[in-house]
């Protein structure tokens, strides 16, 4: 016969059961969403997305997709004032150069040191680089990559097709150029926005000027160098180029651009190295399908891009963990 003491011990180890079963049954309690704003649109950047994505599932986060198309992330970042004004601010956004000071003296972003120290961002960053992620000596920002941007992509068929020479100047650049023409094929894929214009006209510039004259003209902002003759030769060789482009190149996205070269239809393009993720989506092989090479002139100098994800202040405490895990994420040696 069960007696009261023993049915009482079989109630508490049942009731015991119960609570580890609903337990078990619960999600993390440190398990929370990270919305992400960025503009990995193309082919190439969305595996990039989509390996981040998946690293978050995989620590029992929600990755909540905010993504805006437009290469440069202009259309982003109208967005992303809209949202923060609004006090509604997504957990990370994809923020590049001085843009991210700007965002940090708003008093927006939150501190990421708690991540950064004890990872050793610092030693395992370029100086150069870890001072642009921070902001009055704390981190506010996880970096995705170091682009090289002064890159010419050209397709050798299309060389081949035209009996024309891969540059290394820019007088064999406009060499090349003409021989593309005379064969019918468009000479430079360019896509006419604001940022893809700039990014051609520093490469002309880096390329004819060098790295001394750049730094004096663009960073200094040194008034002889911007009214040099040496600064008529680059306005002049850049307003070239436009000759070569074809007629739909205004307000073309540059993966389309890019497009073009990988189907032949353009001989070369000056774009910065996340090119590289269109031709390899595309199933193209390097030094096969596609050649990368300095732009003409700039051999021995690069200018450089860091897209990073800035966090922004946040107030629940899951969502906090789960933003604190995706800088993590991003900087970890499998995702980088």
């Given at each position: 016969?069960?007696?009261?003491?023993?049915?009482?011990?079989?109630?508490?180890?049942?009731?015991?059961?119960?609570?580890?079963?609903?337990?078990?049954?619960?999600?993390?309690?440190?398990?929370?969403?990270?919305?992400?704003?960025?503009?990995?649109?193309?082919?190439?950047?969305?595996?990039?997305?989509?390996?981040l994505a998946g690293t978050m599932k995989a620590k029992g986060h929600t990755w909540k997709d905010f993504a805006v198309a437009g290469g440069g992330g202009?259309?982003?970042?109208?967005?992303?004032?809209?949202?923060?004004?609004?006090?509604?601010?997504?957990?990370?956004?994809?923020?590049?150069?001085?843009?991210?000071?700007?965002?940090?003296?708003?008093?927006?972003?939150?501190?990421?040191?708690?991540?950064?120290?004890?990872?050793?961002?610092?030693?395992?960053?370029?100086?150069?680089?870890?001072?642009?992620?921070?902001?009055?000596?704390?981190?506010?920002?996880?970096?995705?990559?170091?682009?090289?941007?002064?890159?010419?992509?050209?397709?050798?068929?299309?060389?081949?097709?035209?009996?024309?020479?891969?540059?290394?100047?820019?007088?064999?650049?406009?060499?090349?150029?003409?021989?593309?023409?005379?064969?019918?094929?468009?000479?430079?894929?360019?896509?006419?926005?604001?940022?893809?214009?700039?990014?051609?006209?520093?490469?002309?510039?880096?390329?004819?000027?060098?790295?001394?004259?750049?730094?004096?003209?663009?960073?200094?902002?040194?008034?002889?160098?911007?009214?040099?003759?040496?600064?008529?030769?680059?306005?002049?060789?850049?307003?070239?180029?436009?000759?070569?482009?074809?007629?739909?190149?205004?307000?073309?996205?540059?993966?389309?651009?890019?497009?073009?070269?990988?189907?032949?239809?353009?001989?070369?393009?000056?774009?910065?190295?996340?090119?590289?993720?269109?031709?390899?989506?595309?199933?193209?092989?390097?030094?096969?399908d596609f050649e990368c090479v300095a732009a003409p002139g700039t051999a021995k100098a690069f200018t450089y891009n860091v897209d990073s994800f800035a966090?922004?202040?946040?107030?629940?405490?899951?969502?906090?963990?789960?933003?604190?895990?995706?800088?993590?994420?991003?900087?970890?040696?499998?995702?980088?």
């Amino acid at each position: 016969m069960t007696t009261t003491t023993q049915v009482r011990s079989l109630m508490r180890v049942s009731s015991l059961g119960l609570a580890i079963a609903a337990a078990l049954a619960l999600p993390a309690a440190q398990a929370g969403e990270v919305e992400v704003l960025h503009w990995w649109t193309s082919g190439g950047e969305a595996k990039a997305a989509q390996a981040l994505a998946g690293t978050m599932k995989a620590k029992g986060h929600t990755w909540k997709d905010f993504a805006v198309a437009g290469g440069g992330g202009d259309s982003a970042m109208t967005v992303l004032k809209s949202r923060v004004v609004s006090g509604n601010a997504p957990a990370a956004a994809q923020i590049k150069g001085p843009s991210l000071q700007e965002w940090a003296k708003e008093g927006v972003l939150t501190n990421l040191d708690d991540v950064a120290g004890p990872e050793k961002w610092d030693s395992l960053l370029p100086a150069p680089i870890a001072a642009g992620l921070k902001y009055k000596g704390h981190y506010i920002a996880a970096p995705v990559n170091v682009h090289r941007v002064n890159w010419l992509w050209v397709n050798p068929e299309a060389f081949k097709k035209a009996g024309a020479k891969v540059p290394t100047t820019w007088p064999e650049f406009f060499t090349a150029a003409e021989a593309l023409k005379k064969a019918g094929i468009i000479p430079v894929a360019h896509g006419g926005q604001n940022w893809q214009d700039f990014t051609t006209f520093e490469s002309v510039a880096l390329g004819l000027g060098g790295a001394d004259f750049y730094k004096k003209a663009f960073v200094q902002l040194d008034p002889a160098s911007l009214k040099s003759a040496k600064m008529k030769e680059i306005l002049e060789t850049f307003k070239k180029i436009k000759g070569y482009t074809d007629k739909n190149a205004p307000g073309r996205d540059w993966n389309l651009t890019t497009a073009l070269v990988i189907r032949g239809e353009a001989g070369m393009q000056l774009m910065g190295d996340w090119a590289k993720g269109e031709f390899v989506a595309a199933g193209k092989v390097p030094g096969k399908d596609f050649e990368c090479v300095a732009a003409p002139g700039t051999a021995k100098a690069f200018t450089y891009n860091v897209d990073s994800f800035a966090m922004f202040q946040l107030k629940d405490a899951a969502n906090v963990k789960a933003q604190r895990d995706l800088a993590s994420a991003i900087m970890s040696p499998e995702f980088q």
